[in-house]
């Protein structure tokens, strides 16, 4: 080795590791107090506020722009560009709407008559999916059967929902398996 290189590993490891030769110790800084008082703090003096200043009324005080906040002026109605006019035959009336029963706070419930066709093909997709779902000819990963299970289980409900003429909650889980297959599938 050359003597420049001898001189720079040598060096070297006092450089890495902060030598106290080249830095300076850092100086303590005090941290200064304030001086303990020793002066009585003087008491607290109460006003004497009338009886009508301390008792809180039952009803808001009116005030000047409390008309102004009732009556505030409305935003104006936004309208549509280009309205879609609404096209009836010349011949028939309008609709009369139909007495509808209140709607419950869960929303509406489906009745379980919306037909056979709806049915069947809620039964027709549910027989498509486990099909295709049993059809799978490859090795799932971990993330893949935690999907696989999640179908199935799509599937077992929807064919509790039917069993019970939900044919509309059978009809969305149904739905919801066939999407999971399709991502399954790719």
Known sequence: ???????????LPFVLTGCSLFHKPQK????????V?????????????PLSAVIIPDQPLKTDNAAEVAEAPKPPARHHRNPKPVQQAANTP??????????????????????????????DSLSTTEHGLNGLGR???????????QIREYLKQAREALASNDVDGA???AAKAKVLLGELSN
């Open 171 to 173: 009809y969305t889980l």
């Open 28 to 35: 303590q800084q005090y941290q200064y107090l304030a001086p």
């Open 139 to 149: 090795v799932l990963s971990d993330q893949e059967q935690k999907t696989a299970v």
């Open 1 to 11: 080795m050359n003597i420049r290189a001898r001189r720079v590993a040598w060096l």
């Open 37 to 49: 008082s020793t002066v009585p703090k003087p008491a607290v003096e109460h006003p004497n506020l």
């Open 94 to 123: 309008p609709p009369t709407p139909a007495e509808t029963p209140g709607v419950s706070a869960i929303g509406q419930l489906s009745t379980g008559e919306s037909g056979g066709d709806r049915r069947r093909e809620t039964e």
